[in-house]
């Protein structure tokens, strides 16, 4: 069975831009949460996804948002980029909410 | 507010010694515990979760709700155990169980 992946693995942008991250779950888990891993906050909730809807959120500003499609492919969109979102980006795909949590290997963002 | 603490940055042992990850938790409710690691260039994965009382890799853990604390323990340290060990928190039945609340890692580091 393939593993979660995500795309781009790398990415760099300057303040300002906004940037799009995509995952792909593990084939068969509708749900995809999110979580932002930086030096000084470790890991961080971001939201999650189930069935196109999203169902929890964590504490981050509204320049993060995300989506998931009908085939629970998920995007996450951050806008207006500040240098604090330097960070690794990791999604995680599940079957529900309570089943564990597979990782991806996640996207390095670097914002200049 | 969930909250997971992790003491120690590093440990050291010597292959062969017994090994202890200390993880403290602090949530009012009912919590679901569990030990991530992550090998070196390798993604995130699930070592074992509390509700399971799996060994994994020799590896045990046992929920103390008194002391609230899910220490991991291990009797003889292997080189290949060397890895950053999270401990994490799902408040299960508050509606939240996809969000996990992640320690700040322990790297254990494996002496020969």
């Known amino acids: 069975k393939a593993g979660v992946t995500q795309t781009p693995r790398y990415l760099i942008k300057t303040r300002g831009q906004q940037v799009t991250l995509s995952c792909s779950p593990i084939?068969?888990?509708?749900?995809v949460s999110w979580y932002q891993q930086t030096p000084g906050q470790g890991l961080q909730f971001l939201f999650e996804y189930f069935s196109e809807t999203q169902r929890n959120k964590g504490n981050f500003p509204g320049r993060f948002s995300g989506r998931q499609f009908s085939n629970s492919r998920s995007e996450m969109n951050v806008s207006t980029l500040e240098l604090g979102d330097s960070a690794l980006y990791l999604c995680?795909?599940?079957?529900?909410?309570?089943?564990?949590?597979?990782f991806g290997p996640g996207t390095r963002l670097t914002v200049l | 507010a969930q909250r997971v603490t992790q003491p120690e940055k590093l440990l050291s042992v010597f292959k062969g010694a017994p090994v202890e990850l200390k993880c403290n938790y602090s949530?009012?409710?009912?919590?679901?515990l569990f030990w991530y690691v992550q090998y070196s260039r390798q993604r995130l994965q699930l070592l074992l979760r509390h509700i399971s009382r799996e060994s994994i890799k020799g590896f045990t853990a046992d929920l103390n709700k008194g002391e609230t604390s899910f220490h991991l323990k291990k009797p003889f340290a292997q080189e290949e155990d060397s890895a950053m060990y999270y401990c994490?928190?799902?408040?299960?039945?508050?509606?939240?169980?996809?969000?996990?609340?992640f320690g700040t890692g322990t790297r254990l580091q494996v002496m020969l």
């Open positions: 084939s068969g888990h509708r749900s």
């Open positions: 994490a928190l799902s408040a299960v039945g508050a509606g939240t169980a996809s969000k996990l609340t």
């Open positions: 949530y009012s409710g009912s919590p679901e």
């Open positions: 995680a795909s599940h079957r529900q909410s309570t089943d564990t949590q597979y």
